[in-house]
């Protein structure tokens, strides 16, 4: 299983944790990963708290979907069509890490249904493959997590996000 090149992985981690303490509603991930996953799956599960899953890699979504149990769906995104994933409901918090071309886009689609929503690779020098500065005016607040590379930023139109970490 290659989960990509890059050794710094779970970087995202210290803001997820943080999202993940101050919430207590639904948690979409978009984008299955060894850190956030397993992390997420295990904290909704000892708080009884929904959790989905989306992953459209086929190798990734075989490995994890083991952990489908009544409070984690975990759905494997078939031939990379997320505009037909269902993202309508309100979540909590969306962790946002799955293919590069897709992420404003989900993102756009969450903007006012999410509280947080945790988009990662955000350092300038991503912007050329993920595209964030494009959906940065959607939102009220942004927080950037810098202490870690690849840096991570948190976005929200419902939440004051100033002093987070």
Known sequence: MNFGANKKFGTHFPVLIKMVEMTDGPILELGMGLNSSLFL????YLSKRKLVSYESYRECYKFFKNLNNEYHQVSWVRDGDWDKIDVLDHW????VD???DRRTKEIERLANSAD???AHDSEGR??????????YPLFKY???FTRARPHTVVLSNFKELSDLL
Request: with cysteine.
């Open 98 to 100: 799955h293919e590069s």
């Open 92 to 95: 909590s918090v969306v962790l």
């Open 142 to 144: 942004r927080y950037d």
């Open 116 to 118: 947080y929503i945790i």
């Open 126 to 135: 991503n912007d050329k493959s993920y595209k964030y500065s494009q959906i």
């Open 41 to 44: 799956h295990w904290a909704c």
